[in-house]
């Protein structure tokens, strides 16, 4: 599996209603400074309706000013559709809507994710 891959796998496990940061995604791939390379695996995402990279925002909180699939105020109509509120700056509260993904790194921990 490929680097990409396993950030697209990552990806998919973030429920509606929820993000994640490119460096959260970076550490779930083993990868933990690989946040950049993360925000290039999803800018070629090759299944946008399968995998959910509005969900992933800067360690900030911060919406992407590139979002690949109709630019940032796409990006922030689909997470607003999603119940996450965007502010006008367009940073979202990571604190109350970021993805708890500790599950997942015991998964991964054991071996089982």
Known sequence: MTFFDRVYEQVKQIPKGKVATYGQIARLCGSPKASRAVGYALHVNPEQENI???????????????????????QRKLLENEGVVVGEDGIINIKEYGWDDSEGDILKTFGLF
């Open 52 to 74: 959910p990279c509005h969900r992933v925002v800067n360690r900030f909180g911060g919406l992407a000013p590139s979002f690949i699939f109709g630019g940032v105020n796409a």
